[in-house]
Each structure stands twice: as structure tokens, then as C-alpha cells.
């Protein structure tokens, strides 16, 4: 049997980062979700085929041409939140155009922490896959290769379906009105070194490359060497919320292990490790730079970290050892929004934690939310000030998004309001304005000072003019520049 894996269209610089420049061949990464989901399946002896859309750039009707040409017997397409509209056109109109011998399912955040909305919003829709999807996935084979339905499978919420209705070839199907099936919740994996990792074999990773400047050499993969967050207090993120998971780690054996498959079947010269928070502990982290050093491996690579478990010790280990940028969300320069958001971190852990990144010679990029419940325009300028202050090689600066289903979405209800929109419009339009804001516009104007403010100096100008060294990085610089105006005077 074989499931088509799908990422819907999604335009990651206009959407996501909010930016006006024309781009069609950065910002790209493979999405790491349904690479798993396709070790998992192929090392049970079943096919899948992955469609990413955004980086082809596809239309619902040529995500449908490419469907028909590879004849699945399922369907699974993977949503965050903020690709929800994508993924519920597409499911519509592959519901409008497939046999109902086709069960279509739908799983990623988004679905996970709403499965029945999803439900309730898509009626073509027959199934949600909740939380981690591995084993989840290959079960649903195993009861379809049987023509068996969803019955009994752990994380599954779906529509009833009798069997002589799956051999039905009508387009009529999908009223919605089928009973829903709630099957009991999976519970996560405790020994994470028990996953594969991704079938990189099933992506084209020509397509993908970084937004310029956030990277030293291609080929660039990401990565994982956990799941779910120790801290998980944030009020901001999805691991405080209803769908948060327990946090595990990889041994740094495997982490190894699977680098080197990385370096020899793929040519990788750098990785991105995407975990929530790489730089924590010592001993994990230092037996890993240990390992790498040890095994005569030469790679880049970049991290997030967080600002109050981060050590020195942590960063000098990472530098000796190939890592060049860390990311840190810092968030706010006011101590009082922090606080609010239950962030766990101070002022002066951010100033610590950025002079330790620079002091050994690793570039820094930080994350900063403006509008957030409680700000007003004089604490924005707090912020930038606070971002400059800090020296940092890049920062960005988005308009507070509170998720729904998140601590911060319920209290940005009752401290200010909710800005309606009929379309999700990207992370830099305004979607929350706090009291202390007069409407959306002015958040936004604040959003476009700050990169202004920001990029804009003539010493931030002159220090980067020193690293020029080649036709390439001339080259990204020039791109980086292009993708900063179309926020910075969007």
C-alpha cells in the first residue's frame, strides 16, 4: 500500500515572514514531520511519497495532477496552524476529486491540539492523527490493508464508515453527518532513540535552502535531538498548552550516529539542530562535542539555546566544535512582559548569555515579540533599544500571534483584542492589539521601526561590510537586504 504525505501551498516570505520582495527559491526547509512519518511506514514494507508544496510552489490542482500520476491508496496532509486555510482548501478539493476509497487524514500541530474543529470546519475529512504519528500512521496501514477502517487505532479521532461504503467510487461523499469516533489518546514515546530518523532519501533537496545569511555551506538539513520542552511555562507556546509533550532527548551516540549517515549519503556540510532548546545541560552537551571531535566529523552547525540554562561552559564545548550561530528568544527588552508571559528569564541572563555567544566567536540571532499584553509603544522602543544594546549579529521582530489554544491567547482576550481576519495574512500583520496600542496599524508601523531601527545604523553597516570575503557572500548579503526592506517599508 502506498499514502501520499502533502504539505499544502504556502508562500513562506509573503505568509510567514511578512516580507514584499519576490522569492521563490529561499527560506525553504524540509519538513520534518512527515520524513519520520515515512521511515516509520517504509520500515514496515509500505510506500510513501512526500509533496511539499511550498518550496514547488503548487496549486491545489497541481498537487491533485501529481496524485493521480502516483495512484496512493490514503492521503496525509500535515498543518500548523498557520497553513490551517491551505490544508483545508486542499482537503476539500481532493475530497471533491478522489473516490471515497481514498480515506484522507490530517495531523500536525494545528490538528493535534484541535482535532474537532478540524473535524467539525473539514466535513470531507475522515480522520485526525493526534500527537506523535509513527506508530499511529503505520497502524492506519495495517487496518486499510485489511480493509479495516479506524477502529481501535490509539490517537485517531474519525468518521464512521461502513465497510461497503469504501468500495463506493461516488463523488458525492462528504456531508459530514457520519459519526465521529473519538479512539483512546497514544501516549508519547519514551525512548526517543526507538524513532528513525527522517527518510531524507524521499525529499528533492535541491529544493530547499535557507533564507541568506543563516547558513555557511549547503547541503543544510535540520534536525531534532529531542522532542517537547523542560521550561514549558511560556504562555506563548504550544508545549504549555493542550498539546504539550514531555521532554525526552536522544543519546548523543545516536544523534552521531545518524550525522554520519547524513554526511555519507547526502553530502551534508551543516546542520540546523531545531530543538527547542539544544543548549541545555552540560554533560549531554558536552559529550556530544566530545564525539564529534572524537569521530573527525567537520561539520557546521547552529542551535537554539535559552538564556538561563545556557553556560559558558555549553557555548565554549559548541564553538570548539563546529557550531557558529545560536539563536535565542529573547523576547522582550522589559522585564515586566516577561514575567508576564512566565518566560523564566531575565534582562541580564540575555546580556550574559549574548556576550558568552559573542566572547567565542559565535554569531547571534534573536527573537523579539512586540505587542505583547501589557506593551505599549515606549516599552516597543524598550525592546529595539535592548536588541541593539545586545549587539546581536540579526534579530526579528514579530507582532505578538497568540495561539489559539495557548495560555496567551486567553489572557490577550481580556487585555486588549483579537483582530478578525478572513484570511491568515503572516506573522508581521497585526492580529493582537494591546490596550496600550491604538489599532493594528500602529503595531505594525512599530514592527517595520524596529527593523529600521535595527539594521539601519551605520555601525550595524560598517561592521557587517568586514565580513565580506566572497562573490557569495556579497550575493547574500544583497538578498538579506532585499528581504529586510520588504518588512523594515513593507
Given at each position: 500500500m502506498k499514502i501520499c504525505l502533502i504539505t499544502p501551498p504556502f508562500d513562506i516570505i509573503k505568509e510567514g515572514y511578512g516580507s514584499k520582495v519576490r522569492n521563490r527559491r529561499y527560506g525553504y526547509w524540509p519538513p520534518l514531520g512527515v520524513g519520520y512519518l515515512g521511515a516509520a511506514l517504509k520500515a514496515h514494507g509500505y510506500e510513501a511519497e512526500i509533496i511539499d508544496s511550498p518550496p514547488l510552489h503548487y496549486s491545489n490542482k497541481e498537487i491533485m495532477a501529481r496524485i493521480q500520476e502516483?495512484?496512493?491508496?490514503?492521503?496525509?496532509?500535515?498543518?500548523?496552524?498557520?497553513?490551517?486555510?491551505?490544508?483545508?482548501?486542499?482537503?476539500?478539493?481532493?475530497?471533491?476529486?478522489?473516490?471515497?476509497?481514498?480515506?484522507?487524514?490530517?495531523?500536525?500541530?494545528h490538528a493535534t491540539t484541535f482535532p474537532d474543529e478540524c473535524l467539525a470546519d473539514v466535513p470531507g475529512l475522515d480522520a485526525i492523527a493526534i500527537g506523535e504519528g509513527e506508530e499511529t500512521i503505520v497502524n492506519i496501514m495495517d487496518n486499510l490493508s485489511k480493509n479495516k477502517w479506524f477502529e481501535g487505532i490509539k490517537g485517531v479521532y474519525y468518521r464512521e464508515m461502513k465497510k461497503e461504503e469504501m468500495k463506493k467510487e461516488s463523488k458525492k461523499y462528504g456531508s459530514g453527518k457520519r459519526k465521529i469516533i473519538r479512539n483512546e489518546l497514544r501516549p508519547a514515546q519514551q525512548n526517543l532513540d526507538n524513532i528513525l530518523p527522517p527518510a531524507w532519501e524521499l525529499y528533492d533537496l535541491k529544493l530547499y535552502q535557507p533564507l541568506p545569511l543563516q547558513y555557511k555551506e549547503t547541503p543544510i538539513l535540520p534536525y531534532v535531538t529531542s522532542r517537547g520542552c523542560p521550561w514549558r511555562k511560556c504562555t506563548f507556546c504550544f508545549e504549555a498548552g493542550r498539546s504539550g509533550q514531555p521532554y525526552r532527548r536522544?543519546?548523543?551516540?545516536?544523534?552521531?550516529?545518524?550525522?554520519?549517515?547524513?554526511?555519507?549519503?547526502?553530502?551534508?556540510?551543516?546542520?540546523?539542530?531545531?530543538?527547542?532548546?539544544?543548549?541545555?545541560?552540560?554533560?549531554?552537551?558536552?559529550?556530544?562535542?566530545?564525539?564529534?571531535?572524537?569521530?573527525?566529523?567537520?561539520?557546521?552547525?547552529?542551535?537554539?539555546?535559552?538564556?538561563?540554562?545556557?553556560?559558558?561552559?555549553?557555548?565554549?564545548?559548541?564553538?570548539?566544535?563546529?557550531?557558529?550561530?545560536?539563536?535565542?528568544?529573547?523576547?522582550?527588552?522589559?522585564?515586566?512582559?516577561?514575567?508576564?508571559?512566565?518566560?523564566?528569564?531575565?534582562?541580564?541572563?540575555?546580556?550574559?548569555?549574548?556576550?558568552?555567544?559573542?566572547?567565542?566567536?559565535?554569531?547571534?540571532?534573536?527573537?523579539?515579540?512586540?505587542a505583547l499584553p501589557g506593551e505599549t509603544p515606549q516599552k516597543a522602543l524598550n525592546t529595539i533599544r535592548f536588541a541593539i544594546k545586545m549587539d546581536l549579529t540579526f534579530a526579528q521582530f514579530l507582532p505578538t500571534y497568540p495561539e489559539p489554544g495557548t495560555p496567551l491567547y486567553f489572557d490577550a482576550l481580556k487585555k486588549g483584542k483579537i483582530v478578525k481576519q478572513q484570511k491568515y495574512k503572516g506573522r508581521t500583520s497585526a492580529v493582537y492589539v494591546p490596550e496600550g496600542y491604538k489599532d493594528g496599524k500602529e503595531v505594525v508601523a512599530m514592527v517595520?521601526?524596529?527593523?529600521?531601527?535595527?539594521?539601519?545604523?551605520?555601525?550595524?553597516?560598517?561592521?557587517?561590510?568586514?565580513r565580506l570575503r566572497s562573490i557569495n557572500m556579497l550575493r547574500q548579503y544583497w538578498e538579506a537586504f532585499r528581504f529586510i526592506v520588504g518588512i523594515g517599508f513593507g
Open positions: 502516483s495512484k496512493p491508496d490514503i492521503i496525509g496532509v500535515s498543518t500548523l496552524t498557520a497553513t490551517k486555510e491551505q490544508a483545508y482548501s486542499l482537503i476539500k478539493y481532493l475530497r471533491k476529486n478522489l473516490p471515497i476509497s481514498i480515506p484522507i487524514i490530517l495531523g500536525g500541530p536522544h543519546s548523543p551516540q545516536r544523534v552521531i550516529d545518524d550525522l554520519k549517515q547524513m554526511i555519507k549519503n547526502f553530502g551534508v556540510k551543516e546542520v540546523a539542530f531545531w530543538d527547542d532548546n539544544f543548549m541545555i545541560n552540560e554533560r549531554w552537551v558536552g559529550e556530544f562535542c566530545s564525539l564529534l571531535r572524537k569521530n573527525r566529523i567537520k561539520l557546521h552547525w547552529q542551535a537554539y539555546g535559552r538564556v538561563n540554562t545556557v553556560t559558558e561552559k555549553i557555548i565554549e564545548e559548541a564553538s570548539r566544535s563546529g557550531c557558529w550561530n545560536i539563536f535565542y528568544g529573547f523576547e522582550s527588552g522589559n522585564q515586566d512582559l516577561l514575567d508576564n508571559i512566565r518566560k523564566g528569564i531575565t534582562l541580564e541572563q540575555s546580556m550574559r548569555a549574548a556576550r558568552w555567544a559573542h566572547g567565542h566567536g559565535l554569531e547571534t540571532r534573536g527573537s523579539f515579540m512586540l517595520r521601526k524596529a527593523y529600521r531601527k535595527f539594521y539601519f545604523r551605520p555601525s550595524y553597516f560598517f561592521k557587517h561590510l568586514k
